[in-house]
């Protein structure tokens, strides 16, 4: 028996190649829920981050300063407004991802020309 020359294997693979891209598979429900859970737990922690630090900060400057609660007060409504815009640039962020996975699903760009 012949073994198959380089040539021949090299058709064969792309033969296998062109197969497996022809019929792309669905990615399984379960696994983006997890990804949604993913994004959702991310947006929590950075808004809870953001009011942390805040108040971290505020509390160490008003020990320092005697002041207070004025600046820490002031600095977690800073950090509160800081989670949220890390967290929208998230939500963004995914936003694009999905849309370009759908561009590239269906073969067209969603630009508005």
Do not use: C, N
Not at 1 to 11: H, I
Not at 28 to 56: D, K, N
Not at 71 to 96: C, D, H, N, P, Y
């Amino acid at each position: 028996m012949k073994e198959p020359t380089d040539a021949d294997r090299l058709k064969a693979l792309e033969e296998r190649i062109r197969q497996a891209k022809g019929a792309p598979e669905a990615r399984p429900h379960s696994e983006e829920h997890y990804s949604q859970a993913q994004l959702a737990w991310r947006m929590v922690i950075e808004l809870v981050a953001g009011l942390g630090i805040g108040f971290g900060i505020g509390y160490g400057l008003d020990s320092l300063l005697g002041t207070k609660p004025i600046l820490m007060v002031l600095f977690i409504f800073l950090g509160f407004a800081a989670g949220v815009k890390t967290m929208m640039r998230s939500a963004q962020e995914a936003q694009e991802k999905q849309l370009a996975g759908e561009a590239g699903k269906d073969g067209d760009d969603r630009r508005g020309d």
